[in-house]
């Protein structure tokens, strides 16, 4: 099994910048890639950003040149740095490992979930 845990979300005014973080522990040997999703109320989880640990990474079109996503070189941290925030954003931001190689911007591809944090940016 492996365990994931979102720690950063918080309360921040349009354009600010927060940085999630999700430490993965377990038998994270087992997984080839990492993602970050997010759900706001009413509405369904949606793709935001994906990271293989070798490198590559994916990004849903609405982030795309606001948010990035990385690793740590342990391969046991993954990190979204998610500037220039718009209300549209606020979510809660889930962490999820996937056991198969390749990015995907599929929930229904991964396996392990966070709990999730919440992210509220303000007008």
């Known amino acids: 099994q492996v365990q994931l845990v979102e720690t950063g979300g918080g309360f921040v005014q349009a354009g600010g910048s927060l940085r999630l973080s999700c430490a993965a522990s377990g038998r994270t040997f087992s997984t080839y890639a990492m993602g970050w999703f997010r759900q706001a109320p009413g509405k369904e989880r949606e793709f935001v950003a994906a990271v293989s640990w070798g490198g590559g990474t994916y990004y849903a079109d609405s982030v795309k040149g606001r948010f990035t996503i990385s690793t740590d070189n342990a391969k046991t941290t993954v990190y979204l740095q998610m500037d220039s925030l718009k209300p549209e954003d606020t979510a809660v931001y889930y962490c999820?490992?996937?056991?198969?190689?390749?990015?995907?911007?599929?929930?229904?591809?991964?396996?392990?979930w966070g709990q999730g944090t919440q992210v509220t940016v303000s007008s």
């Open positions: 999820a490992a996937r056991r198969v190689s390749g990015l995907s911007r599929g929930a229904e591809n991964y396996d392990y």
